[in-house]
């Protein structure tokens, strides 16, 4: 199955059937989900950590696996913490971007990299 065939609701209740099948809703505890993405995001980070941008970009297929399975290890937390704070993850990520979008106007940001505070308006 790929993205084009699978909506986030079937990943996020494969995601609840796995988790129930074998009793770990309770360690499902949003403190203990928020910790596991951090410590995912930490492995993920440690493959990219004494490459240059462009190794960055040039991975070999060994190094693009384990990198999506660090990966794949966040986005797997991140459904079960949608899951456990019930949260409809479309409707958090399009707001989010309907925010981020006001946060970065175009016409403002395009080529830029600053904090969004820094093109404050006087605000």
Do not use: C
Not at 7 to 18: C, N, P, V, W, Y
Not at 67 to 84: K, P
Not at 89 to 102: C, H, P
């Amino acid at each position: 199955m790929s993205d084009q065939q699978t909506t986030l609701q079937e990943l996020k209740e494969r995601m609840a059937a796995f988790v129930r099948e074998r009793d770990w809703e309770q360690y499902h505890a949003p403190k203990n989900l928020s910790m596991s993405i951090a410590i995912e995001a930490a492995e993920l980070m440690e493959h990219f950590q004494w490459l240059t941008v462009e190794q960055s970009k040039a991975l070999d297929a060994e190094a693009l696996e384990e990198i999506g399975e660090e990966l794949a290890d966040i986005v797997i937390y991140a459904l079960s913490m949608a899951n456990t704070l019930g949260l409809d993850l479309s409707e958090t990520v399009l707001a989010k971007m309907a925010k981020n979008i006001r946060k970065y106007p175009k016409e403002k940001v395009r080529g830029k990299s600053h904090k969004y505070t820094y093109y404050r308006d006087g605000e």
